[in-house]
Every structure is written in structure tokens, then in C-alpha cells.
């Protein structure tokens, strides 16, 4: 009889005990290739079922893989996946590859893949990715390293919406607690709200990387991340410091600044669930009120693209011919989190505003509070952002009927017949030229019907000291070309 292996159960230690029998395992890290980086905000979950939020999929992109990546182009590349095939338009057939182990040295199933899947379709954990997984209808191990997908129905994105971190068979609802993946690092200590300790992953199917560990420091201050980077007391910052202060590093000599476009988009939202906003020339009258240009120039330095609609300009569904509006005045209250930059715009934001009557009352959050107030749709009007925009089935996510928390991204409670019409069909297409005319059409009505207002797609940053090489910056910012990084030899920038 052939199938998955049996699988042995193993005790595993809790957080701080694993953390103990990690770093006595390994010698101290050395500074010398210890590479430390700052983010922000601590990671919501170390479970990828769970971590919706940017810091979670950071720090899950160093410690899982998943079947697929998205590639430069946001097209689905293979990861764990070997190979696939899909012999009929409601089957994929992934082949996985050989010789790839988990962090304890068990080896990659078709097991694990199975369970990872069906554990976020059973409800084992309230899964933000449930809403990608819509349309499978099975999933199931032909023998050990191959794993079939059966659809409900065709289902064009399948390949990007099979990106999911595989976790261990059985991890069960508390992997938060013990996250162990196939990724190039695996975890040693998080220490909340202070840093968590990577240690390199020697057995890793791409080769052990480059340094021996990553430090992440969790610095909520702009200011204080960049005195730290300034200092040396972190080698990397990317994505996390202002315009302002991204300048400031490009004069500083022994640091090195890059950028590119990014495949994101930067947004305010509305909640069209409270009466002041569920009339479209409210939501219209904002739009039209605010002066994106001015921001971006003066605040942003210039690094972002003015926004038309959630896809960034070159994408191959991007519709650039969408409506314009009038306004109308009303009082509203604006959430944001306590981030310096978004404290700026905010501030921009109320004083554009109030140039055409409409008063807002700017009402700051830590992170962790913020967002979870935005998840729940305790808000009127807040800014937030989407990163790593690839397929443009993102829109069934974010504005479906069915798409609300924890089904989806649809936080406004945005409701449209037509739209829902359109993204399921749009879903179902296998025809590019096709699809871009039903997602053209899904541009021009959400243009009139503003459950957002696209603000811009922001320029992704690497800042870093002289003696950090070979990191690959992305359009998605991603994490995980850390492993291909390397340090310079001395002490210095």
C-alpha cells in the first residue's frame, strides 16, 4: 500500500525551553555574522495561518515555505513544489521536491502539505486564507511526495492562492507556540515587543545561508530605528523609515540606500457600515477633497506612484480609465496607528479636508490596538495598506460580499451584487485577455462606488550599513532573500 509515511509523535518543548535547548545547542552567535535588522511591530502570530498582518508574513517568510512564491513579475514560481501539472481545468497535481526537512529533521510529506491545507478548510484555527482556498474542493496525498487539488470549479488564480507556508503534520492550533517549518532560519527566542533570534538552518533544500543569524529588533520609533541604524546596533532597515529620514541615510558615508517601485498600495478606508459614509458622495467628496500629488511630492519625496485603483500602473489588468466625482462636507474620525510617517499623513490628510468643510478627528493607536480595531471594523476612516499585489483576484478578497473578516479582507463591509458577479467570474476565466476586460469593468465601478480611496503605490527602501551584501530587493519587500546575504569583514559601516 502506498501513501504518506507514518509519522512518529515527538514531544515538543514549550517556547522558552525550545529556546534554551537551541542556543545550547549552538555556540553564542558572533556579531561578526550575526546580521540585525529592525522592524516596527512584533509579528501577531508566528502561526502563517493566523499572521495577516506585514511583520507576521515577514518573519514567516524566514521560518516556511510554501508550495509557490510569487516571482518578480507576480506570476507563481515553484518552491517546495518540484514540479505541477493540471491535467483538466479542476486539477492541479503538485510534485514535491526531494530532500527538503522541517527544523526538528523530519522530512517533507505530502502529509504535511494535506494537513496544512485541511487544517485551514476544517477551521483548526480561524484562517485569514480560508478565503483563498474557496475554491477547493479536496485535497489529497497520492503517495508520499504528491499532492492533488480538486476544484469546485475552473479557478485561474489557483497557483498564487496555493501559496501558503506548509507547516508540520499535527502542528495543531498552538504552532504559534512552536513554529517549525522548512524555511532557511529557524527560531531560537522571541522575546514580545523586544527582538526574536533566527539561527541559520544548516539543512535548509536551497543550502544553509549566508549568516549565521538574524537578530530582529522590534523598534515601534522611526527616530529611534534610525539612531540604531546610525550607530551600528542594526546593519538593515527596510521599508521601515520615513522619506525624511531615508535622506538623511543616503548623506551619511559607509551607508548605502536602494530602491524600486513597489507591488503595493497604500489606501484609506471607509466603513460603510456607519451612516455618515454609506452615502457614496460622502465617500466621493473625501476623494476628490484630498490632494494625493501634494503628499506624495512634499511628504514622500516622490517615492510612490499616485494610485488609480489597487493594481500599480503595468500590471496586465490595470485600467486606468476610471470616474471622477464631487464632494460634500461631514465630520468624521480618522484612525491610524502611531507610527510617526502615518501621524504626518494624517495630519495632511485633516488639513485638506477641512479646506472643503469636512472636520476629522485624527485618533492614534499603537499598532497591535490599531490593528485590530481594523480587523473588526472599528473605524470610520483609516489608512492602511495591501503589499505583495499580484493576481488581480486580490479584489474578490478585499470587496466580495462574502470576502468579511475572517473569511476575507472585506473590512468596510462593502456590498455589491454586480461586483460579486463579476469577481466570481473573473475567478473562473482562464483567459487573460478575457479577464482583463471583467477586471477593467470591477476598476470602473469600485472608481464611483469608493469603498477605498487608492491614495499611491510607495517605492520599496533598503537601508543599510556598507558591510551588508547581496540582499535582493523586491517589489514585495520580501524577507526572504536574507538568506542570500552576506557581511563584510570589520567592525565599521
Given at each position: 500500500?502506498?501513501?504518506?509515511?507514518?509519522r512518529?509523535?515527538?514531544?515538543?518543548?514549550?517556547?522558552?525551553?525550545?529556546?534554551a535547548?537551541?542556543l545550547?545547542?549552538?555556540?553564542?552567535?558572533d556579531?561578526?555574522?550575526t546580521l540585525?535588522?529592525?522592524?516596527?511591530s512584533?509579528?501577531?502570530?508566528l502561526d502563517p495561518?493566523?499572521?495577516?498582518?506585514?511583520s507576521?508574513?515577514?518573519?514567516?517568510?524566514l521560518?516556511?515555505?510554501?508550495?509557490?512564491?510569487?516571482?518578480e513579475?507576480?506570476?507563481?514560481?515553484?518552491?517546495?513544489?518540484?514540479?505541477?501539472?493540471?491535467?483538466?481545468p479542476?486539477?492541479?497535481?503538485?510534485?514535491l521536491r526531494r530532500?527538503?526537512f522541517f527544523?526538528?529533521?523530519?522530512?517533507l510529506?505530502?502529509?504535511?502539505?494535506?494537513?496544512?491545507?485541511r487544517?485551514?478548510?476544517?477551521?483548526?484555527?480561524?484562517?485569514?486564507?480560508?478565503?483563498?482556498?474557496?475554491?477547493?474542493?479536496?485535497?489529497?496525498a497520492?503517495?508520499?511526495l504528491?499532492?492533488?487539488?480538486?476544484?469546485?470549479?475552473p479557478?485561474?488564480?489557483?497557483?498564487?492562492?496555493?501559496n501558503?507556508p506548509?507547516?508540520?503534520?499535527?502542528?495543531?492550533?498552538?504552532?504559534?507556540?512552536?513554529?517549525?517549518?522548512?524555511g532557511?532560519?529557524r527560531?531560537?527566542?522571541?522575546?514580545?515587543?523586544?527582538?526574536?533570534?533566527?539561527?541559520?538552518?544548516?539543512r535548509h533544500?536551497?543550502?544553509?545561508?549566508?549568516v549565521?543569524?538574524?537578530?530582529?529588533k522590534?523598534?515601534?520609533?522611526?527616530t529611534?530605528?534610525?539612531?540604531?541604524?546610525l550607530?551600528?546596533?542594526?546593519?538593515?532597515i527596510?521599508?521601515?523609515?520615513?522619506?525624511?529620514?531615508?535622506?538623511?541615510?543616503?548623506r551619511v558615508?559607509?551607508y548605502e540606500?536602494?530602491?524600486?517601485p513597489g507591488?503595493?498600495e497604500v489606501?484609506l478606508?471607509?466603513?460603510l457600515?456607519?451612516?455618515?459614509?454609506?452615502?457614496?458622495?460622502?465617500?466621493?467628496a473625501?476623494?476628490?477633497a484630498?490632494?494625493?500629488?501634494?503628499?506624495?511630492?512634499?511628504?514622500l519625496?516622490?517615492?510612490?506612484?499616485?494610485a488609480?485603483?489597487?493594481?500599480?500602473?503595468g500590471?496586465?489588468a490595470?485600467?486606468?480609465d476610471?470616474?471622477r466625482?464631487d464632494h460634500?462636507?461631514?465630520r468624521l474620525?480618522?484612525?491610524?496607528s502611531?507610527?510617526?510617517?502615518?501621524?504626518q499623513?494624517?495630519?495632511?490628510?485633516?488639513?485638506?479636508?477641512?479646506r472643503?468643510?469636512?472636520?476629522?478627528?485624527?485618533?492614534?493607536?499603537?499598532?497591535?490596538?490599531?490593528?485590530?480595531?481594523?480587523?473588526?471594523?472599528?473605524?470610520?476612516?483609516?489608512?492602511?495598506?495591501?503589499?505583495e499585489?499580484?493576481?488581480?483576484?486580490?479584489?474578490r478578497?478585499?470587496?466580495?460580499?462574502?470576502?468579511?473578516?475572517?473569511?476575507?479582507?472585506?473590512?468596510?463591509?462593502?456590498?455589491?451584487?454586480?461586483?460579486?458577479?463579476?469577481?466570481?467570474?473573473?475567478a473562473a476565466?482562464l483567459?487573460?485577455?478575457?479577464?482583463?476586460?471583467?477586471?477593467?469593468?470591477?476598476?470602473?465601478i469600485?472608481?464611483i462606488?469608493?469603498?477605498?480611496?487608492?491614495?499611491?503605490?510607495?517605492?520599496?527602501?533598503?537601508?543599510?550599513?556598507?558591510?551588508?551584501?547581496?540582499?535582493?530587493?523586491t517589489?514585495?519587500?520580501?524577507?526572504e532573500p536574507l538568506r542570500?546575504?552576506?557581511?563584510?569583514?570589520?567592525?565599521g559601516?
Amino acid at each position: 500500500m502506498t501513501g504518506p509515511r507514518a509519522r512518529v509523535a515527538r514531544a515538543v518543548p514549550f517556547p522558552g525551553v525550545l529556546a534554551a535547548l537551541l542556543l545550547a545547542c549552538d555556540a553564542a552567535p558572533d556579531p561578526a555574522t550575526t546580521l540585525t535588522l529592525a522592524i516596527d511591530s512584533g509579528p501577531a502570530s508566528l502561526d502563517p495561518r493566523l499572521g495577516s498582518d506585514e511583520s507576521s508574513k515577514r518573519i514567516n517568510e524566514l521560518l516556511f515555505n510554501g508550495l509557490f512564491r510569487v516571482d518578480e513579475r507576480a506570476r507563481p514560481a515553484p518552491d517546495l513544489a518540484e514540479s505541477y501539472t493540471l491535467p483538466d481545468p479542476r486539477t492541479v497535481i503538485v510534485t514535491l521536491r526531494r530532500g527538503v526537512f522541517f527544523h526538528d529533521g523530519a522530512p517533507l510529506s505530502s502529509a504535511d502539505v494535506v494537513y496544512t491545507y485541511r487544517s485551514i478548510l476544517d477551521d483548526e484555527v480561524p484562517s485569514f486564507r480560508k478565503g483563498d482556498l474557496a475554491a477547493l474542493r479536496s485535497v489529497e496525498a497520492a503517495d508520499a511526495l504528491t499532492v492533488v487539488f480538486r476544484l469546485t470549479v475552473p479557478f485561474a488564480p489557483i497557483l498564487t492562492d496555493l501559496n501558503v507556508p506548509i507547516l508540520e503534520n499535527g502542528a495543531g492550533p498552538r504552532a504559534a507556540q512552536r513554529p517549525i517549518g522548512t524555511g532557511p532560519f529557524r527560531l531560537a527566542r522571541y522575546r514580545k515587543d523586544e527582538d526574536l533570534l533566527l539561527l541559520r538552518f544548516e539543512r535548509h533544500f536551497k543550502g544553509p545561508a549566508g549568516v549565521a543569524a538574524l537578530r530582529v529588533k522590534i523598534v515601534p520609533s522611526e527616530t529611534s530605528r534610525l539612531l540604531e541604524l546610525l550607530k551600528g546596533s542594526v546593519d538593515l532597515i527596510l521599508n521601515d523609515l520615513s522619506p525624511d529620514q531615508v535622506a538623511r541615510v543616503r548623506r551619511v558615508p559607509g551607508y548605502e540606500v536602494e530602491s524600486r517601485p513597489g507591488r503595493n498600495e497604500v489606501y484609506l478606508a471607509f466603513n460603510l457600515r456607519d451612516p455618515a459614509l454609506s452615502d457614496r458622495r460622502v465617500r466621493q467628496a473625501i476623494a476628490l477633497a484630498l490632494d494625493r500629488g501634494s503628499i506624495v511630492e512634499h511628504l514622500l519625496h516622490g517615492a510612490a506612484t499616485l494610485a488609480t485603483g489597487l493594481l500599480p500602473p503595468g500590471h496586465w489588468a490595470y485600467e486606468p480609465d476610471v470616474a471622477r466625482y464631487d464632494h460634500d462636507p461631514v465630520r468624521l474620525t480618522y484612525k491610524t496607528s502611531a507610527n510617526e510617517l502615518a501621524l504626518q499623513q494624517g495630519a495632511v490628510i485633516q488639513e485638506q479636508l477641512a479646506r472643503v468643510g469636512i472636520a476629522v478627528d485624527i485618533r492614534s493607536y499603537e499598532w497591535a490596538t490599531f490593528y485590530e480595531d481594523l480587523k473588526a471594523g472599528r473605524f470610520q476612516l483609516a489608512v492602511s495598506n495591501w503589499t505583495e499585489i499580484g493576481d488581480p483576484d486580490v479584489y474578490r478578497l478585499r470587496f466580495h460580499s462574502r470576502a468579511k473578516p475572517p473569511s476575507g479582507f472585506n473590512r468596510g463591509g462593502y456590498d455589491n451584487p454586480a461586483i460579486d458577479r463579476l469577481l466570481e467570474r473573473g475567478a473562473a476565466t482562464l483567459d487573460e485577455r478575457d479577464r482583463r476586460r471583467i477586471y477593467a469593468e470591477v476598476q470602473r465601478i469600485l472608481a464611483i462606488d469608493l469603498p477605498y480611496v487608492n491614495l499611491w503605490h510607495r517605492d520599496v527602501t533598503l537601508s543599510r550599513r556598507r558591510r551588508v551584501q547581496g540582499f535582493r530587493l523586491t517589489p514585495g519587500a520580501d524577507f526572504e532573500p536574507l538568506r542570500e546575504v552576506t557581511l563584510g569583514e570589520g567592525a565599521g559601516p
